[in-house]
């Protein structure tokens, strides 16, 4: 390096004397780039050769498919409801449920298919213990099928009822009763509510106490008040013919038949047009008011209440100052004011009207004229009216992925978050069949009032008077166990506020549904999203307005309007859209129910091996998830009742589906397709 120059170019600078080497080193730099070569071609081929060992390892140890029966079984239920021919991500209830027909894949199939179970069990010989309750409900049963000791009794039995009950014009001699006599023996004795139904039930806000609740009537003609008068009046007419049959199979001249069945329909008609719907009622804050039986002996003074609700609810000890909770007092001034009008002009057309009902009720039990007169009119009102351990293993699951869920809902305050939590841990949890259900002594005990024969129809009504008997009794007297609302053969879950217990019957927790031997996404996706749904129901009141003063309102509305307008743009199968303001807390609940089973179902695959597949489905575990929930809703879809507090089945696929991210990525939906909007909610 010189000084006037300063540093030169590297190209011009001398080697050191160490540096210099000959021109024969040559051929050595050749074989350097020759073993850089071979160096880095056998390491491809090791990564190539490690990558096809983790494939094959990812194979061997993924899932497999379920060879047993009961998935084969499940894998022809899925084929024959789903249509594979539509894309997922365009229309997943289709793909799902395309070719389902009626109710052949939904809650109701499930029923039946219960209820077949049943009836095996029962027509099994010998499969009772002597003087054990369930000796009782092989009797009953054995007396329900013995149709020739039914058909040679006729209606002589049920005439032997109307006599008790005073007798009418229609058919023989008419004893000039008391109308509150007759009222109350229909309510204590036969279980029949002409003018308006009475019931125990527990308060609809706290404290949860029970009390004697009185609701509007339920009518067996589907009469709605949208109905066209064309539509109408081919309704009133087939039941008129159905009422006239009842006269006639009674012995009941054709002409006094008819005048007593126009008239009754008449007052049927009269009651309806005095009831309120639901949604009136809740706009005018008026669901229901707490009323004394002395005061609505005033404001409704043509029925004799404390006597009336005495012996329906007998032993309850009742005074005129009892609270009642009373759901439309409208509609039962209303109704007072017709009663008496009618008392005073037409009493015998009242005798006939309350026993033409009550022998509609009672048609299950007689003779098969009356049952296939009744069977003709459910027919033809539907033709009018029809329009275009393993288990509780599962439960813990879903109940602990709710409990970690409830960390991170950015709308609850940490007391309520804290309050919520315990709520879920403290929760009893019930499944398969109630206590007395399981223990001989119990079932015998729970049978001892009911009293077999000598007719069907007088066993029939003893099992309805001990039915209201036991409800009394459970009101009246604390048990050690919750009672249950449904039968264990029956498929529908429910929470109980006042007893904080959730209930799951066996009859739920069958195929297609759930079954140990199926793959674990279908119980997650199935069973699982109907545990966490009914979990859910626990904190309802927090998303009502004012239910949770504490916590971030404008988050928590926020979340919700999100909701509504989420659903709101989700087309029907017809190209319509459904107004969902009435079923937003369902809609809450399904999208909250999927979300929490599917992160179950994810831990539980994170931290257990041995998942299994259909086969021939070419379903992911994670689509297969998916498609399971589908499959809970599968039916044909149908006009809405105005008081179904569910969305339309379609809504109840596409709705929590396409708000969950996994569903998207794993079924590879594009940006903007249906099952892949652009923006998503978050409540839960």
Known sequence: MSQAGGMRPPWNQERAPEERLPSATEPSRQWSMVRRVLTAGLLFSLLLGFSVLLVYIFRSCGPGPCMTPVCWDLLARYLASGNTSVAPCTDFFNFACGQAKGTDY???????????????????????????????????????????????????????????????????????????????????????????????????????????????????????????????????????????????????????????????ISITSQLFQFLRPLEQRRAQGKLFQMVTIDQLQEMAPAIDWLSCLQATFTPMPLSPSQLLLVHDLEYLKNMSQLVEEQLSLHRDFLQ?????????????????????????????????????????????????ALVSRLRRIPWMDEKTRKEAQNRVTQLQVK??????????????????????????????????????????????????????????????????????????????????????????????????????????????????????????????????????????????????????????????????????????????????????ILPNLDLSPQQLFFRSYAQVMCREPGTQEPQDPYSPPTLRVHGPLSNTPAFARHFHCPHGALMNPSSRCQLW
């Open 431 to 612: 499944m398969g069949a109630p206590e007395w259900a399981l223990k001989p002594s119990l079932a015998r005990q729970e049978y001892n009032d009911i009293q077999l024969g000598p007719s069907y129809l007088q066993s029939f009504l003893s099992c309805v008077r001990s039915l209201r008997a036991r409800i009394v009794q459970s009101f009246l007297q604390s048990f050690p166990y919750h009672r249950w609302q449904v039968s264990p053969w029956g498929v529908n879950a429910y929470y109980s506020i006042p007893d904080h217990v959730v209930v799951f019957p066996a009859g739920l927790l069958q195929p297609p549904f759930f079954h140990p031997g199926y793959p674990r996404a279908v119980n997650f996706g199935a069973a699982g999203s109907i545990m966490a749904h009914e979990l859910l129901h626990i904190f309802y009141q927090l998303l009502l307005p004012g239910g949770c003063p504490a916590c971030d309102t404008r988050a928590l509305q926020g979340a919700l309007l999100c909701l509504k307008h989420h659903y709101e743009t989700i087309p029907l199968p017809n190209g319509t859209f459904f107004n969902g303001s009435r079923t937003f807390l369902e809609n809450a609940v399904d999208i909250g129910g999927l979300a929490i089973a599917l992160q179950a179902y994810s831990k539980r695959l994170l931290w257990h091996r041995g998942e299994t």
């Open 106 to 264: 939904s809650f109701q199939a499930l029923a039946e298919e219960n209820k077949r179970r049943l009836r095996r069990i029962l027509e099994a010989p010998g499969s009772w213990h002597l003087g054990s309750g369930e000796e009782k409900a092989f009797q009953f049963y054995s007396s329900c099928m013995d149709t020739d000791a039914i058909e040679a009794a006729g209606a002589a039995p049920l005439r032997q009822v109307i006599e008790e009950l005073g007798g009418w014009r229609i058919s023989g001699n008419w004893t000039s009763l008391d109308f509150n006599r007759t009222l109350r023996l229909l309510m204590s004795q036969y279980g029949y509510f002409p003018f308006f139904r009475a019931y125990l039930r527990p308060r609809p806000t706290p404290p949860y106490t029970p009390v004697i609740q009185i609701d509007q009537p339920e009518f067996d003609v589907p009469l709605k008040q949208e109905q066209e008068q064309k539509i109408y009046a081919q309704i009133v007419r087939e039941y008129l013919t159905y009422l006239n049959q009842l006269g006639t199979l009674l012995g009941g001249e054709p002409n006094k038949v008819q005048e007593h069945a126009f008239l009754s």
């Open 352 to 400: 006939s009207h309350m026993i033409l009902g009550l022998v509609r009720t009672l048609s299950p039990a007689l003779d098969g004229k009356f049952q296939e007169a009744h069977r003709s009119l459910i027919q033809k009102l539907g033709e009018l009216t029809e329009r275009p351990p393993m288990a509780m293993e599962l439960f813990t699951a879903i109940k602990n």
